[in-house]
Each structure stands twice: as structure tokens, then as C-alpha cells.
């Protein structure tokens, strides 16, 4: 039987160890299925942990992160900004208004 005390013991343990070890308040975590990198808050890092659906990132896959967090601006830069960008898509999305002057 599911005991949830034992659960949330474990989370709060594992935001303990965290808290120590990333002052800054967020950590980058790998799914334990594809290694996708993600940067998460250590509440949300620590349930995520104890429900064994991830695992704190290695220095490599930090690093494969961060160099594709640097293209992704790159690109954006380039096409004129992600604001921009998602202007442009909204206004295509849009059907054309016949009262639109």
C-alpha cells in the first residue's frame, strides 16, 4: 500500500540535500527516459527525483544544455527576436476581419 508520509518524507529530504547544494534556488535535472535537460526550481527538481522520473543532470548534459540554449538565441536574434517571431505567427493564426480598417 501506497504510504504518502513516506512519499513527501522523501521529497522534503531530497529538497534538503538540494538546497545545500544549489543555493541559487534551481537546478538542471535529466529524464531518466531521453536525458532531456531541463532547469527547474529545487522543489520541483526534488519531487522529481523521488518519483524517479529524472536525475540531477551530469556536467557533460549541463553543458550540451547550455551550448543549445546559446544557438536557440543565436537563431532568434537573427529572425528578429522571439517576440517578434511569435507576433508574426499570431497575426497569420488570425482569421482576416472584415471590419478591420
Given at each position: ?9 522523501s ?6 540535500e ?52 546559446e ?31
Amino acid at each position: 500500500m501506497f504510504d504518502s508520509s513516506v512519499y513527501w518524507n522523501s521529497i522534503s529530504t531530497k529538497l534538503s540535500e538540494l538546497k545545500t547544494q544549489f543555493p541559487n534556488g534551481f537546478c538542471r535535472v535529466a529524464a531518466t527516459r531521453n536525458g532531456q535537460v531541463s532547469e527547474v526550481s529545487l522543489s520541483n527538481a526534488a519531487r522529481c527525483i523521488a518519483d524517479g522520473t529524472h536525475r540531477l543532470a551530469s556536467d557533460d548534459e549541463i553543458k550540451d544544455f547550455e551550448r543549445g540554449m546559446e544557438l536557440r538565441k543565436a537563431q532568434q536574434a537573427q529572425s528578429g527576436g522571439g517576440l517578434e517571431a511569435a507576433r508574426r505567427m499570431f497575426q497569420a493564426l488570425q482569421p482576416a476581419r472584415k471590419d478591420a480598417k
